[in-house]
């Protein structure tokens, strides 16, 4: 009989011990995907922040602030949503503790970067792609074109969205010199945030 009594007490402990990491994975998962410490955390993250603060993604339609995690991390918690961040976290402290954050080669981390935005994120907030941005006017005929080949209607896309809309929230000094970002790269210059 005791030994049956050790072995209740050993589990009542393993599960307890279970249940504390679980909840301390969440809120540390929670914490962690915060604006606030994404841009006050990390250093290295300021430009980020910064240049978002004056894109056409620095707020939603209603008005409020997009945070970093609505774009670059799965929506959801569940095994995606986990193993996205768990990878992403792990090179940014890798990066923030044993590389040169402060020189990273952007032209070259973009490409990755980009692959890393889940189509289904900019889908939650675009959904009609024959429309504008605000969803009010039609969309381009080139545009057009493009996203019925995303969606497979006149062939097959070779990008994700974010391969072809490039520059929508970060924009590098290198890429100020696009046509296309001339509006954006003026509000960064001038200091003005999109109302």
Same mark, same amino acid.
């Given at each position: 009989m005791?030994? $049956?009594k050790t072995n209740? %007490? =050993?589990a009542a402990v393993i599960l307890g011990g279970v249940v504390v990491l679980c909840a301390v994975s969440a809120f540390a998962l929670q914490a962690t995907s915060t604006y606030e410490f994404c841009s006050a955390?990390?250093?290295e993250m300021n430009v980020h922040a910064e240049e978002l603060r004056f894109s056409s993604h620095a707020k939603d $339609?209603?008005?409020k602030r997009i945070d970093c995690v609505q774009c670059h991390i799965p929506a959801g918690f569940g095994p995606r949503y986990f193993s996205v961040k768990t990878y992403s976290g792990l090179k940014d402290l890798y990066v923030h503790f044993f590389g040169d954050p402060d020189n990273l080669y952007r032209a070259e981390l973009q490409p990755v970067a980009r692959r890393f935005i889940d189509d289904a994120n900019c889908l939650a907030c675009h959904a009609d792609l024959s429309l504008d941005a605000k969803g009010e006017k039609p969309i381009s005929a080139i545009g057009k074109l493009a996203h019925d080949a995303y969606?497979? $209607?006149n062939g097959q896309a070779r990008s994700n969205c974010a391969g072809c809309h490039i520059n929508l929230a970060h924009l590098p000094e290198f890429d100020r %010199? =696009?046509?296309v970002n001339t509006e954006f790269t003026s509000r960064i210059l001038h200091k003005e945030a999109l109302r």
């Open positions: 005791g030994e $049956k209740y %007490r =050993l955390t990390c250093h $339609k209603d008005g969606q497979g $209607k %010199r =696009l046509t």
